[in-house]
């Protein structure tokens, strides 16, 4: 069983920064991609940001691209999604979520590709 427990929500103003971060247990972590989706109000979930087990490929999605950067660091088994110049419209619950699938990566996963999901850390950015 795999447990992620996401944290660095809050309110910010627009422009501002955050960085979230995931910890996990269980399973071997550095055998996984891992991945934050969103889910604003009303909405459907959505894919921000991936990187792969090693932690040498990332890609975003084009909302967020140039803004966000995810990391992580297998020997502490944690994530991360540093968010810079935010937008309004970047107000959602942001999860940390683990591929199903060991050592591989997809550039674009969906929702049902991820196994493991954490309950989620709350983003407001104000106007």
């Known amino acids: 069983q795999v447990q992620l427990v996401e944290s660095g929500g809050g309110l910010v103003q627009a422009g501002g920064s955050l960085r979230l971060s995931c910890a996990a247990s269980?399973?071997?972590?550095?055998?996984?991609?891992m991945a934050w989706f969103r889910q604003a109000p009303g909405k459907e979930r959505e894919f921000v940001a991936t990187?792969?087990?090693?932690?040498?490929?990332?890609y975003y999605a084009d909302a967020v691209k140039g803004r966000f950067t995810i990391s992580r660091d297998n020997a502490k088994n944690m994530v991360y999604l540093q968010m810079s110049s935010l937008k309004p419209e970047d107000t959602a619950t942001y999860y940390c979520?683990?591929?199903?699938?060991?050592?591989?990566?997809?550039?674009?996963?969906?929702?049902?590709?991820?196994?493991?999901w954490g309950k989620g850390t709350l983003v407001t950015v104000s106007s």
């Open positions: 979520a683990q591929d199903r699938r060991p050592y591989y990566f997809d550039n674009r996963p969906e929702a049902y590709d991820m196994n493991y």
């Open positions: 990187i792969k087990w090693g932690g040498g490929t990332t």
């Open positions: 269980g399973r071997t972590f550095s055998n996984f991609a």
